[in-house]
């Protein structure tokens, strides 16, 4: 255990990358997916295989791409084939065990909302839109999400299904001829939730240190529950914290590099 002070923010990296194994072939998300997958690369998954939407495969960034395309990820990548290659062979052809996504709003039942808030006609806020995400959350074998807890974003109705997850839950998905497992695991800043195997909605199966009850369930619009003997999250050890904050450094260095000779020029 660590007797280091570490942010909300950088335990839930640190607890999505530990579900992560070594065998794992990830179909990875920009922002904190990218983070904890890359972190599990460098802890304990030296050989996992982290895939992006431009066609990168066995990635191997030093610093968090930005986007899809940043060019760190094509560099350090052991091939990179194209878009079509990558949805048709590699995911619609079941070769990838994780994706790792983020969302704007989600429901209980791992639901996931990046498209707009508010009606889709007339949104309140138009967000990115689904990318790869719809085909991620059908054909992986399992889908991990990660985001901040907010009653903003964990909704008992999402305004867009831009992926489905397990629609009302029980065997919806399986009715609408999906055969992946979906919607696995959501890690988010106060507390890690998995799917109960029958209902399909996620449960807490262990709060972060320092997180109550009341705080929890008080982000969440639906009625919480919990997995029989939910723990409390382990913190973060020395390794990982250095690891991250390490990885974070290197980004924000290269940024800064970048951002000057953009200037510069």
């Known amino acids: 255990m660590s007797n280091q002070c570490f942010s909300r923010d950088e335990l839930m990296v640190v607890a999505a990358s530990r579900a992560l194994a070594n065998d794992d072939v990830c179909f990875v998300g920009i922002g904190p997916p990218s983070a904890a997958c890359n972190l599990a690369r460098l802890c304990h998954a030296p ?6 939407e431009s066609g990168t495969i066995g990635t191997a960034p030093d610093v968090l791409p930005l986007s899809i395309g940043d060019g ?4 350090t990548a052991l091939s990179t084939v194209s878009v079509v290659e990558m949805f048709r062979y590699w995911l619609q052809g079941g070769r990838i065990t994780v994706g790792f996504l983020g969302a704007a709003q989600i429901d209980r039942f791992g639901n996931i909302n990046t498209t707009v808030i508010g009606d889709y006609e007339k949104p309140r806020v138009r967000l990115p839109g689904g990318g790869g995400a719809p085909e991620i959350a059908s054909f992986c074998h399992r889908v991990f999400i990660t985001m901040k807890q907010s ?3 964990f909704v008992e109705k999402i305004d867009f299904f831009t992926s489905f997850g397990h629609g009302t839950g029980g065997d919806h998905r399986t009715r609408q001829g999906l055969r992946t ?4 695991l959501l890690v988010s800043d106060l507390a890690v939730w998995a799917t109960d195997p029958e209902s399909k909605q996620f449960r807490i199966e262990s709060i972060h240190p320092g997180v109550t009850k009341e705080e929890l369930e008080a982000t969440v619009t639906w009625k919480v529950e919990y997995a029989p003997g939910a723990s409390e999250t382990p913190p973060p050890t020395k390794f990982e914290l250095e690891v991250l904050r390490d990885f974070y ?7 800064t590099r970048l951002a000057n000779r953009s200037i510069d020029a």
Do not use: S, V
């Open 249 to 255: 450094a290197r980004t924000a260095e290269a940024q």
């Open 47 to 52: 050989d996992i295989t982290l895939i992006y």
């Open 181 to 184: 497992r979906g919607p696995a």
């Open 151 to 153: 009653k903003r974003g």
């Open 72 to 75: 760190e990820l094509c560099e």
